[in-house]
C-alpha cells in the first residue's frame, strides 16, 4: 500500500491543527506487550530526531518550564485497531491501527511526518507496521460546552506526606481535587510557551458517567489514569491547549489526550431519541 498524506479544512480564523491520525498497517494481526506506551514514547522521539536532531534533543532533554514543571508539549493516544485480543504476556492487534499524537506546536509534529513519509514504516518494540495514511486532522469547534472522550487515560496526583518524605498520590475523577489539579497543569502549560491570558480567562470540567481505571507502567513506574468522558467549557485559548498538548499529566507518555465527541445538547437530544 502507498502512503498518504491528507489535510483536513481549518476553521476560519483558525491556524492549522497539530494533531496527526496515522494509520498502520500489517499483512497479519500483530504483537505487542500490554504496557506498550512505552514502546510509541520512544519511537515518537525517535522519529523527531530523524527529522530535526535539534528539536528531538531539546523535546527530550529540556522540553518547556514552569515553576519547576517541565512539559514536553506532545501527546498521543493508545493504538485503536480494527480488532483486538489479548494473552496473558500480550496483545494482539488486527489492522488497521489508528494513533493520535498531538502538540501545540507544528514543528515537532511536521517532523514526525517527515520521517514517517519517508520511512514509510514504524518499527515498536520490533514489530514492523506499514504507514498506510497520515492525516492532519481539522480543530474541532471548542465553544460552548462540548462533551470529551478520553483515547488515553487521564493521570492527576498530588503529594501527602508521610513522616519527612512526600510521596505522591493519584487522583480519581471524582475527588473534588482532580479538576482542580489539571486546570493547575494547564494553566502551568500555558505559562511555559508564554501565551498570555485574559484576566477572567476561565475553564470548567465535569466527568460524566462512570470513568474506568487503567494502572500502567510508565517507564519504570506504576502509574494510574482514568478513562471517561467530560464536559468543558470555557477560555477556547486554554480548551485549544488541552486539546493540542493533552490535559493532566505524562502527556508525551502516552497520558491525557481525549477527543470531542459532540455538544452538550447535541448528546442530550440523541438521549431522549433513544428513551
Known sequence: MGTK???????????????????????????????????????????????????????HDKGFVAESHTYKMMVFSKLYPRRASSTPQALILTPPIHWWVSSPLPDPMEALAVTLLKEKEAVIGGTHLEVERVEVEPPPDLSGRVLGETISPLVASTGVRRGERLHKRFLAPEEPDFWRVIEDNLRRKAASLGISLSPDAQVKFAGVGKWRSRLLLAQGTQVRGYEGRFLLEGDRTLLRLAYEAGLGERNSQGFGMFRIVGDQQATEAKARRNE
Open 5 to 59: 498524506i491528507a489535510k483536513g479544512p481549518a476553521e476560519d480564523g483558525e491556524v492549522d491543527n497539530m494533531r496527526l491520525h496515522i494509520v498502520f498497517y500489517a499483512g497479519r494481526p500483530v504483537s505487542l506487550p500490554w504496557h506498550y506506551p512505552h514502546l510509541l514514547h520512544g519511537y515518537l522521539f525517535r522519529a523527531i530526531a530523524e527529522a530535526s536532531p535539534h528539536l528531538g534533543y531539546f523535546l
